[in-house]
Structures are given as structure tokens and as C-alpha cells.
């Protein structure tokens, strides 16, 4: 079992930043994949940003040129850089952790922390 913790959101006024942090207690050995999502109230979870353990990231549309992924193998960590934070940001942020073990992957969801953008 693989447990998933995310940190670092909160409240901010559009045009601002927030920094979030994920800690995964999963071996850097086995950890194939780690990415942010969010959930908006009345919307399904779209991915925001994720990064392979050879660093290749792939990021929304909406958040290009905003938002930085990025990781920290030693802490076995996933970070997500916002700036120029938009209203329409205002989610739950939820960090995944994708494992490898025995040929097969495996997702662990940490429990989100809430991004709100005031305007």
C-alpha cells in the first residue's frame, strides 16, 4: 500500500501563486509516474500535470505557461508551481502516484487539498 499526501493549498486572489507539494511513500524504484489532477464542484476530474520518472511532463491546455510539475526522486516528492492563478483554477487538487509492481501498475490517490481563486 502506497500512501499519498498533499499539501500547500489554500486561498488566493487571481494573478497570485500557490506551490503544491506531494509526498508519496512509494520507492523511487518503482514509481513509474506522478501527477495533479482536480475536481471543480459539478465537473469531472481533469488531469493538470504529470511527470514520468525520466521527467518527460505533460500538461492541460488551460494550464500551460502557468503551472510547473515537477519532482524530487530523494523525497520521493511531486510539486505543482501555480502562477497567474484564474478564479476558474479553484478546484480540489488531487496528487496520483503510479506504481509498478510484478508487470503491473498500480494508482494511489491521495486525499486532495482545496485551491480557491478569488477574483
Known amino acids: 500500500q502506497v500512501k499519498v499526501v498533499e499539501s500547500g493549498g489554500g486561498s488566493v486572489q487571481a494573478g497570485g501563486s500557490l506551490r503544491l507539494s506531494c509526498h508519496a511513500s512509494a520507492s523511487i524504484f518503482s514509481t513509474t509516474a506522478m501527477g495533479w489532477y482536480r475536481q471543480a464542484p459539478g465537473k469531472q476530474r481533469e488531469m493538470v500535470a504529470r511527470?514520468?520518472?525520466?521527467?518527460?511532463?505533460d500538461y492541460a491546455d488551460s494550464v500551460k505557461g502557468r503551472f510547473t510539475i515537477s519532482k524530487d526522486d530523494a523525497e520521493s516528492a511531486a510539486y505543482l508551481q501555480m502562477r497567474r492563478l484564474k478564479p476558474e483554477d479553484t478546484a480540489v487538487y488531487y496528487c496520483?502516484?503510479?506504481?509498478?509492481?510484478?508487470?503491473?501498475?498500480?494508482?494511489?490517490w491521495g486525499s486532495g487539498t482545496q485551491v480557491t481563486v478569488s477574483s
Open positions: 496520483l502516484c503510479t506504481v509498478r509492481a510484478n508487470g503491473l501498475g498500480y494508482d494511489y
Open positions: 511527470i514520468t520518472s525520466g521527467g518527460a511532463t
